[in-house]
């Protein structure tokens, strides 16, 4: 295994699918839509030896449905290609047009970021999904899988090269490391000279390894504390239900909720959460300054429980929800920028000039008003697809769609134009 | 000195800055214009003792100059800091406003990137010139000098602090390293929870240091090898002004030119340019390709010798200019792309189908038309400042002004909307 050889390989094939048409890209979408379809007798028998080692390792039964394929999914995978053909080709986009004093013709010309580096874990629709998206944005990719998956991913990438073979294009352009020594990734994280972008799906530990070990830009993200802010104006009710979604709707993502924190001045709204919330199974961690309003007879419900130390810096995951009161607005933004991930917060409140001060002053990538933090998403943004949610600042902050895994040239155009 | 600790107040001030209004931003950089001139004593009186010490250290006269400061050249950075207030602040900006289906009010708002990183060599003026982008898009900064220029630029980074002081904003927004041990440099770039962009202004050597060793997103830049393609359509005597100015206007930058190709059809264009550019003493490195084209009675003219092995992937900095000649517009593209360091590259031509071609294949930060590569520069796109000229893909390309010093945030305005 020669990670250098393999990015070699992929910078080349980048140059020739960099310069495809969108017509050809898409034709390869579709293939591979087909290919999964045609091919799933491999595909299935490839996985059917991955659920073997899990199940002989004793894997749970969570992380073996993690890995699972069976036709519908295969079907999901299609269907989700199919779409992605469908969505605009944002190469070859012109923008930033001017024409400069002295006649010279400038503007900005979309191109593709070049080849990506892509590491993940568990499901391995991943492979699919990823390859999919730089096909369309003309990018090459080298993927790393995890080892749990590594007989699916092999055969899912080569029926991504045989499709992509099938309309002209260069098969190099997804290349995938097969050697499960970690060596290789770091291998993946030093190769500067051919590889543009890291992206790590997967958990905290993951992002931290990349950010620590790469010469490459690291697009970090995926993880969040997110907060809401009742403030005293807030329509209570409407709270109720905005709370409920962004806690409920589904937990174990990084835009669900974490923490509520409320305005002393409504902190009457504290027990009706708390009931409102309980029949969906939340339990709650309640600051010193919240327990008073939680009391009933010196005692508090079965579902509180004073908040631990580490309890406002954790992404629960799960339906546990921190609870705060606070004295005012400036402490409810301080509390946000102290031990948010930077990935989604909002306010809800009546009081435009709030409103404007939280939006101002609470510095993370989605910063809503009246809304549930579950909106942060590729798809609920419109932006068709989602390669990442990026929680770091350079490049791309937020959902990031096809756009963000492109760059741009300047190109000028004059009549022998010098410079004076 | 402690690193970890600048970079906690900086990050602190940059909270503070960057919700500061454009007139105060303004405010800071007139008020530092001023001061610069008010307490220019103090200044040049530290810049003395730069002085006696590359003297005592029998530097060259050349690099002397580039340190020294004088009323006139403190006037000029006056003048650039007037310049900069006068430009419209990127900060606060909205862009990609929309409305989705379900009602949610979507934007994206400029803001600060944060806290920046700026590591540079010799000229001081860099201390005023950074800390002047900065203060205008609300970034704090942590400088490092070189040690030529330390009590210069000690002495001029506490005028920046009385100016921020002087209209209310955080002197600590602008940290300076002021121990020359590199280890300082090296826990900089490992300060990615404080700081978010490494700029480095300097040689090959201190980017390519930066980037194996940080953390932190590098913006690598500032060195380039540029070619200019003679297609067989080029006007040829339009093409002798445009070659003459990309290669003598100013040699020393990373946008001069360092390597014309001809197309073999245009060839007889060669002795032309020899003659038409050695008055300006240019000296030439020619590939076999062009050597036969270039002797007479089998002899080179004195100003061309035959190229070495590394010709083609040296940056001259200086009057030298490599020639080649090519059979087609294809291999010119292949060369440039394996030679040229991604920054400036041209087509001459009045075939619009070649000169399509060139702009979309060949992989630069700026690719040109009919049009000299200096032009590759802040000041000639109208950009009104430049932090720094990007070779490297993500974030910002090419020449960066204010605007590529923020990222931006989304905002989401509902009516108290949740997610289905």
């Known amino acids: ?43 299935l028998a490839a996985n059917l030896r991955d659920l073997e080692l899990a199940r002989a390792a004793q894997m749970s039964a969570s992380l073996q449905d993690r890995l699972l394929l069976n036709p519908s999914r295969l079907s999901g995978m299609a269907a989700d290609l199919r779409q992605v053909a469908e969505l605009p080709d944002p190469v070859g986009e012109r923008f930033d047009e001017t024409r400069l004093p002295n006649g010279l ?23 699919i999904d990823v390859a999919g998206l730089a096909i369309k944005t003309g990018n090459a990719v080298i993927l790393r899988g995890g080892k749990e998956t590594l007989h699916s991913n092999v ?11 099938s309309v002209g294009l260069p098969a190099e352009a997804v290349q995938y490391i097969d050697d499960p020594d970690r060596a290789h990734v770091l291998a993946l994280l030093q190769l ?10 997967g958990g905290g530990g993951l992002h931290r390894f990349c950010k620590e070990n790469s010469r490459i830009p690291v697009i970090t993200g995926g993880v969040g504390i997110c907060h809401l802010f009742v403030d005293q104006s807030a329509d209570l009710d409407a709270s109720l239900l905005v709370i409920h979604n962004a806690k409920t709707q589904r937990p174990s ?28 199974g939340v339990v709650f961690r309640a600051h010193a300054s919240a327990l008073p309003f939680l009391q009933q007879d010196g005692r508090l419900p079965a579902s509180v429980q004073p908040a631990g130390a580490e309890d406002f810096d954790t992404e629960w995951m799960s339906l546990v929800l921190g609870l705060k009161v606070v004295e005012s607005i400036d ?3 301080e509390h946000t920028n102290a031990h948010s991930l930077g990935h989604s917060d909002g306010i809800l ?15 993370s990538a989605a910063v809503y008003v009246n809304a549930s933090t579950r ?33 741009y040239k300047w190109v000028g155009v004059g009549q022998y134009h010098v410079r004076r």
Request: proline letters at 4%; hydrophobic letters at 50%.
């Open 105 to 127: 013709q400038l503007h900005k010309q979309r191109v593709p970021l070049g080849v990506l580096g892509v590491i993940y874990e568990a499901r391995p629709n991943v492979t």
């Open 331 to 333: 402490e409810a933004i």
């Open 192 to 201: 500067d000279e051919h590889v543009d972008m890291i992206i790590p799906r």
């Open 375 to 407: 909106f942060t998403d590729g798809g609920q943004f419109g932006l068709g697809a989602e390669v990442a949610i990026s929680t770091q600042r350079l490049h791309a902050r937020g959902p990031m769609g096809l756009r963000e895994l492109t760059t």
């Open 253 to 280: 993502v990084c835009n669900a909720l974490d923490t509520v924190l409320v305005h002393r001045a409504a902190a009457e709204f504290l027990p009706r959460l708390v009931q409102f919330l309980e029949p969906a």
């Open 1 to 43: 295994m020669n990670v250098t050889e393999l990015g070699q390989k992929a910078r080349r094939a980048a140059r020739s699918l960099g310069r495809a048409t969108t017509a050809q890209k898409n034709a390869a979408l579709l293939a591979l839509a087909d290919r999964l379809l045609l091919d799933q007798a491999d595909i």
């Open 349 to 363: 409140t009546a009081d435009a000039v709030h409103a404007e001060q939280f939006v101002a002053e609470v510095d």
């Open 155 to 165: 055969a899912l990438v080569s029926v991504i090269r045989s499709a992509l073979e």
